[in-house]
């Protein structure tokens, strides 16, 4: 960690209010890592100025903590939230505990900071814990083993092994994973190099090639060729294309032989890059497999960019001689040429080449566009302007399923490129608002705020709105402007974005602008004091601001600039009937909180309007008694919901709408927990349900389903089941009578119907899979498949992946048909995975399918999983074995997935097995946890090799970290972060805060507005 320094997360502090703080300060989350088995999410929290917070929030040992990189003093909101703790106070703290409960805290902390690699102390209190009297003692430090590096593990067990007398249930362990790791250590171990002296590295580098210990060699040799450049250390060369060879990358190696020797031809010699390139080329001749373009873009980058120009000949040379076997990247060739060129005559004749290889590409517009100078505003560059911003539109239409989308070559070379743009051009979304820049700058206003309208019907997002905003300023149509500010701020908090290096706090400021000309002077001061309560800047901006003559008489204005006037909040100009409706449609939208705030809102005017026994605040009970039931206040849920009943009884105890209030309220009562309470009311509603709408009416439907949830929460399970049964009887027939009238796929009344029975199929699913009734789990499966392919995306996500869960689980236990199932649910509604994750899911489906049959033939897991241990060791299995169907496939087969899977060493695996063995874990849940790392470490490799998936559509992975060329010239995956690497995390799209199924937008634009005169209005432009 940063200067051996911990924040940890004081104990009474939420995740939840440490993402409102880092909204309130303008930090942005730029990367969250997803859960993969027992590794810790982290969320990386961009403060601006290079400056990046890391939070880490530690499943498998309990610890919450924070790694402030930046020099500046934490904010006062997030130092109150934290206690700091150096690596020699953790260590202390471990050393001095007493109780058992002591020695696992601080053990915890200590640990879960400072994995992989430990300092002395905490390493030695690791140590110490191993060998504790306490079996719970030794258990978490059994567990916090997992988090370390092979060097640190070699370490920690050669301590406690060598620390004095260790407990028997220990010994054994200890000894078989201590011997593993030294052998790990002894021929994969890189710390050890020094990498800033060139010398040692030349004689390690030689002494490893000799032992063939290719993962030094790698990263000797990349260091070498780093300090290098521009590639003449040719033995470095040699060795490193040797150790890509020896692993697998021949394509890699490949180029880096034919560079070099056309490097030594350009220089008149003749060496070791031929003796190289005799050895890989023979094997060229057998490979059906193309290089994807991470193999070759860092070594064409290295030489078209940086080196001279007999160099620069040679890369070409050599880029020449691959097409004896490759024949498929002119256009990367091309894209490398043109941005090497960009300062060059030769940039846009080359841009436009790379235009007419894959017309409708983003990339070549974008090139196209950035070769013009900033104040180039003529025709040319307006052409070039428009088409990207066209296409960029095009391809947002198409995301909504308003447009053809792009053929899948240009798509993913699109999403190939946009790295190299972002790292040496400008990323196109940087890009695309040129046409309007440019249009304005040549006074064509209405040409510009038609582009701005293109913009709003492609993406209706706060930014396009905002955009409208500055041209209609600069317009002088001062209503026209408030109105596209008015839609700009709407959208602010549903974009979730922060402009670059700000805020949307200019939205707030040019609409104070336009009201103060306008005359709306209380409007104007309320939008000014929310701009300067924003941001400071704001201050000086509006004393200089001459829209703002009309307020300056007005001594709030000064007020509020000097921070000694506060406007009082602004009330709600809705009507009840209105607030009331908003709640019930913000509560469908999922957006609870909002809902409460209108729901009360609108009870509050309803009570000051209407009389005690109005349906009209029965109506607002309702809506705010549901919003607090599902938006964590069930208890305030309740009591609105039992006024709103009381209210129904008393006009009219049978109404429609006294069965949706009892309803509603049976809903609250379960989630306080009052089952009898719920049941009560519940009947009570299908009663009037069936009366009112018949007893096979969707209606009752639901309430038959939600009261089968109360019966399987009350445990009396056959009462659910046979709920669940009726409410899916009822809901097929009314599916079928819907289908029956000719209903379309999209009426509205047949998508609930669809939702309402895949539901009922999946608490089916469930309930009999718990219950190990494999048939009829399938059976309920297959009917929530069979609506999931006519609902597709409408499906809640939660309920999906449950169904999904379920599936794959009886898939791993060898239920006939459970696999098949999850694959027609995978095609109709699953995200896609690519095509090696699901030949991996099969394989590992053959596996379990192999050692199932084992147990079925008398064999206990303890003997199966010492078997498994056998065949990680190289030993075949017994006869025994080998005589029951399947069982040697399957051993052979794990074997198979944990050496060829990345980042799933035999170390941790063996180590899994073992913790089963002692009772840790079974033998099912520790199968489960190795295929899950072997399909995470597997989908991460497919996504470092290329941004298609199997469907052959573009990656939307996108990360924090930087390209792989600006990391290490040879994109060496040993010199990534050690601890990204252990932990299994790879670059995700999820830049969301706090919320586990929340999806962040990218930002789009540059700082504030345009440019810095754009920040306030555009009056003067």
Not at 141 to 149: E, G, I, M, Q
Not at 401 to 419: L, N, Y
Not at 637 to 651: K, N
Not at 880 to 894: N, Q
Request: contains cysteine; proline residues 4%; charged residues 30%.
């Amino acid at each position: 960690m940063s200067e051996q320094v911990v924040y940890f997360l004081r104990e009474d502090v939420s995740l939840r209010s440490i993402f409102e703080g880092v909204t309130r300060e303008g930090f942005q989350v730029v990367r969250r890592a997803p859960r993969r088995g027992d590794a810790s999410p982290f969320w990386t929290i961009d403060m601006g100025e290079g400056r990046y917070m890391l939070l880490v929030d530690s499943g498998l040992l309990g610890v919450r903590f924070i790694d402030w990189k930046s020099g500046k003093p934490m904010p006062a909101w997030l130092e109150s939230s934290v206690v700091r703790r150096t690596a020699d106070e953790l260590a202390a703290r471990a050393r001095d505990a007493k109780t058992p409960e002591e020695k696992i805290a601080t053990l915890c902390e200590a640990v879960a900071a400072f994995a992989p690699t430990l300092p002395d102390g905490i390493r030695a209190a690791l140590a110490a814990r191993l060998r504790d009297s306490e079996e719970a003692v030794r258990w978490m430090a059994h567990k916090a083993v997992v988090t370390l590096s092979d060097a640190s593990l070699e370490q920690t067990l050669g301590e406690m092994l060598a620390g004095g007398s260790v407990p028997e249930d220990m010994e054994k362990w200890a000894r078989e994973l201590h011997e593993l790791a030294v052998r790990a250590v002894r021929g994969d171990y890189t710390d050890d190099l020094e990498t800033d002296n060139e010398d040692y590295l030349r004689d390690a580098l030689r002494r490893d090639l000799t032992e063939k210990k290719w993962r030094r060699v790698e990263v000797a040799a990349a260091r070498l060729l780093w300090k290098e450049l521009p590639l003449y250390e040719l033995e470095a060369a040699a060795a490193w294309a040797k150790a890509m060879a020896a692993t697998g990358r021949v394509w890699k190696a490949y180029f880096a032989a034919l560079l070099v020797s056309e490097i030594e031809r350009s220089r008149g010699e003749e060496g070791l890059a031929a003796v190289v390139r005799a050895e890989i080329e023979p094997t060229l001749a057998t490979r059906e497999d193309l290089p994807a373009r991470e193999d070759l873009h860092p070594i064409l980058w290295i030489v078209r960019d940086r080196l001279n120009d007999d160099y620069t000949a040679a890369c070409d040379r050599a880029i020449d001689a691959m097409d004896a076997h490759v024949k498929n990247f002119e256009a990367e060739r091309v894209l490398f040429r043109a941005i090497s060129q960009r300062n060059g005559p030769e940039g846009r004749p080359l841009a436009k080449k790379l235009r007419d290889l894959l017309p409708g590409a983003i990339t070549p517009l974008a090139l196209l566009a950035y070769l013009h100078a900033s104040d180039d505003t003529g025709d040319e560059a307006l052409a070039d302007a428009e088409a990207l911003a066209a296409v960029m539109a095009q391809r947002e239409l198409a995301a909504q399923g308003k447009a053809e989308p792009p053929s899948a070559e240009i798509a993913s070379f699109d999403t190939w490129a946009e790295g190299i743009l972002a790292y040496q051009a400008r990323r196109p979304k940087d890009l695309i608002r040129e046409h309007i820049r440019i249009l304005q700058k040549r006074g064509d206003y209405e040409g510009a705020l038609r582009a701005a309208e293109r913009a709003i019907a492609a993406k209706d997002s706060a930014l396009a709105w905002m955009d409208k905003g500055f041209i209609l300023t600069s317009m002088k149509r001062h209503a026209d402007a408030i109105a596209a500010y008015t839609e700009a701020i709407a959208r602010v908090d549903k974009d979730g974005q922060v402009l670059l290096g700000g805020s949307y706090d200019v939205l707030w400021f040019n609409r104070a602008c336009e009201r103060a000309i306008t005359g709306d002077r209380e409007n104007a001061l309320r939008d000014l004091a929310i701009a300067v309560a924003k941001d400071e800047k704001w201050i000086d901006k509006a004393r200089a601001d001459d829209y703002f003559d009309s307020v300056r008489d007005d001594p709030r204005f000064e007020g509020i600039l000097t921070g000694t006037y506060e406007l009082p909040p602004e009330s709600s100009p809705f009507d009840w009937k209105t607030l009331a409706d908003r709640a019930k449609g913000l509560s469908f939208l999922g957006r609870y909180e909002e809902a409460i705030a209108a729901g009360r809102e609108a009870l509050r005017k309803a009570e000051k309007a209407l009389p005690p026994e109005d349906p009209g605040i029965a109506t607002c009970l309702e809506n705010l008694g549901f919003a607090a039931t599902w938006g964590g206040e069930p208890k305030e849920g309740v009591t609105a919901l039992r006024r709103a009943v009381a209210i129904r009884e008393r006009i009219d105890a049978e109404s429609r709408e006294a069965g949706e209030a009892y309803h509603h309220l049976g809903s609250a009562l379960g989630m306080t927990g009052d089952g009898a309470g719920a049941e009560l009311h519940y009947g009570k509603a299908l009663a009037l349900r069936e009366k009112h709408d018949g007893v096979e009416s969707a209606m009752a439907a639901k309430s038959w389903g939600d009261m089968a949830g109360l019966s399987l929460g009350a445990g009396r399970r056959d009462e659910g089941i046979e709920r669940l049964r009726k409410a899916r009887s009822i809901l097929e027939k009314v599916n079928a009578g819907f289908l029956a009238e000719g209903r379309a796929a999209d009426d509205d009344s047949l998508v609930e119907a669809r939702v309402d029975l895949l539901t009922v199929c999946g608490n089916l699913l469930l309930t009999h899979a718990r219950g190990g009734e494999h048939e009829p789990a399938i059976e309920a499966a297959r009917g929530a498949v069979a609506e999931a392919v006519h609902l597709g995306t409408r499906i809640n996500p939660n309920l999906r992946n449950s169904i999904a869960q379920t599936l794959q689980a009886l898939a791993e236990q060898g239920v006939a048909g459970a696999l098949e199932t999850l694959a027609a649910l995978a095609d109709a509604v699953l995200p896609k995975e690519p095509t090696e994750v699901l030949e991996s899911r099969a394989r590992w489906s053959r596996i379990r399918a192999g050692l199932q049959a084992l147990r079925e033939a008398g064999f206990g897991d303890d003997f199966i999983l010492a078997r498994l241990k056998d065949a990680l060791r190289g030993e075949p299995p017994p006869p025994a074995v080998a005589r029951v169907a399947g069982a040697t496939e399957a051993l052979s087969g794990f074997v198979q997935e944990i050496a060829t899977t990345q980042g799933t060493n035999i170390v941790v695996t063996l180590m899994a097995l073992q913790t089963a063995e002692a009772g840790g874990r079974t033998f099912d849940e520790t199968l489960h946890d190795l295929q899950e790392l072997a399909l995470a470490s597997v989908a991460a490799s497919v996504e470092n090799k290329g941004p298609q998936n199997e469907q052959g559509k573009p990656s939307k992975g996108k990360s924090d970290e930087p390209p792989a060329w600006e990391r290490d010239p040879f994109g060496n995956p040993y010199l990534d972060s050690e601890m990204n690497r252990r932990l299994g995390y790879g670059d995700e799209d999820d830049d969301s805060g706090y919320d586990d199924s929340g999806e962040g937008e990218e930002d789009e634009s540059d700082e504030d507005g345009y440019d810095d005169e754009d920040e306030g209005d555009d009056e003067d432009d």
